[in-house]
T-cell receptor
């Protein structure tokens, strides 16, 4: 069965500092991995995905994520945080053999302080 | 134009009532979903339709009945509402043909409050 773990409920970082939001996954086959962001009272927005190829993928708003197969991790990163990055971030996995089901982690709240 | 739109945005109702939420997508996607987000922000898939065919039906009480009249629409009807049904319900869509990676496009959510 697929599963996703986000070990941190909240990440606090000062504006201008680098940020990392952690994610580990478990699937029986090769995964499609995603990050989504949710701003207050809004729907989730797609940020980036890993399908195959280069382990470092770049996405919207300057975010990037690093896929590490041996550690089954897909951490979200940004070199310089902005106050406007403060939001709820979800890691998600889709088993490419599993059809249409995308499973989400519990979410990590990112708080960027000015 | 809104890509995935849900109505209504807010629902407040009494226990025991029946309510419906409607969803439409104009992205030309072939797969639509209902997700439930609880008060702790945890997201759980409920149903998915691919080209009007039910393909995912998670462990959901049979008081919840989805219906997809065409691949651009997915509705959710809830009978005999209970307090525990209070949540935000998100509609989403994706393209799921062979070779598609299936990222989801979400609506803005429908917040259901059962009193």
């Amino acid at each position: 069965a697929q599963s996703v773990a986000q070990p941190e409920d909240q990440v606090n970082v000062a504006e201008g500092n680098p940020l990392t939001v952690k994610c580990t996954y478990s699937v029986s086959g090769n995964p499609y991995l995603f990050w989504y962001v949710q701003y207050p009272n809004r729907g989730l927005q797609f940020l980036l995905k890993y399908i195959t190829g280069d382990n470092l993928v770049k996405g919207s708003y300057g975010f990037e994520a690093e896929f590490n197969k041996s550690q089954t991790s897909f951490h979200l990163k940004k070199p310089s945080a902005l106050v406007s990055d403060s939001a709820l971030y979800f890691c998600a996995v889709r088993d490419i053999r599993g059809g249409f089901k995308t499973i989400f982690g519990a979410g990590t709240r990112l708080f960027v302080k000015a | 134009d809104t890509a995935v739109s849900q109505t209504p945005k807010y629902l407040v109702t009494q226990m025991g009532n029946d309510k419906s939420i409607k969803c439409e997508q104009n992205l030309g996607h072939d797969t639509m979903y209902w997700y439930k987000q609880d008060s702790k922000k945890f997201l759980k898939i409920m149903f998915s339709y691919n080209n009007k065919e039910l393909i995912i039906n998670e462990t959901v009480p049979n008081r919840f009945s989805p219906k997809s009249p065409d691949k651009a629409h997915l509705n959710l009807h809830i009978n005999s509402l209970e307090l525990g049904d209070s949540a935000v319900y998100f509609c989403a869509s994706s393209q799921s043909r062979a070779g598609d990676t299936g990222e989801l496009f979400f609506g803005e959510g429908s917040r259901l409050t059962v009193l």
